[in-house]
């Protein structure tokens, strides 16, 4: 089922950052109905800021692979569009081209920081991320999915200007309304969720509010959740491990049982297949 089906339905749906191919896999096989393809997680891959310091080809080579390897839905991290509704435009078009039917962009300017950076940050005029919305669901067509993301509680902003915006969104052909919040505890979500009442559907980012349980946020209206960093942060914390510890011991004698086995890397990348393909297509053997 496409996201734009799962939001007409009302399911509910957990949404797993990943940011290359290997990672969107393991999301696919850990069960997850839809991957989030985060900003943050694919610039940080690259070893880079979440300031669209990679370049534009850059990110779509990243979600190129994912899109290669996954069946189930990507929604793309989007950023701010990476400029303005022209080049809104050309990121659907070839989003689309690559069998990717969902974005998500913010209402910040270009060049974006990430939302845990700084304190209020400068949003986009209302009428001008409008017109992006307008744009990316013309470009896309009817199956495309556009999920507007309110920043105006990261940046300070009063509860009436994030509803206000979301509103704007929502009428300028919105399927959905991310709304991020920076606070330790989901208070704020809850209370803009309040407000909303059910007019689109939400989304929102517990990266700063983990404490809170799934129950709560169904219980609250919130039927979409995007878990946005925690593969690309475990791999950095099982790399750092792996790589301290043979670097100290200067042996593998404490490392092997602790890391995947070669075994699993084949099954992922497609191995075993591809020795029954050698038997029926590579003549020389
Ligand atoms: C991302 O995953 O890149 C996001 C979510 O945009 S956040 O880092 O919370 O801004
Ligand atoms: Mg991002």
Redesign the pocket.
Known sequence: MNIQERLKNKKQTQFMEAHNGLSAKIVEQAGFEAIWA???SISASMGLS?RNEASWTQVLSALEQMSDNVNIPILV?G?SGFGNYLNVIRFVKKLTQISINALCIEDKLFPKI?SFIGEKQELAPIEEFCNKIKAAKDEGGSNFTLVARVEALISGKPMTEALERAEAYRQAGADAILIHSKKNTAIEVFEFSQHWGGKLPLFAVPTKYYNTRYSEFIYHGIDNLIWANHLIRSSIYSMKKTAEKIYNEKSLINVEHNVSTLEELFELTNERNIDKLEKLYNSSN
């Open positions: 985060s900003g943050l979440d991290d950023d990430n």
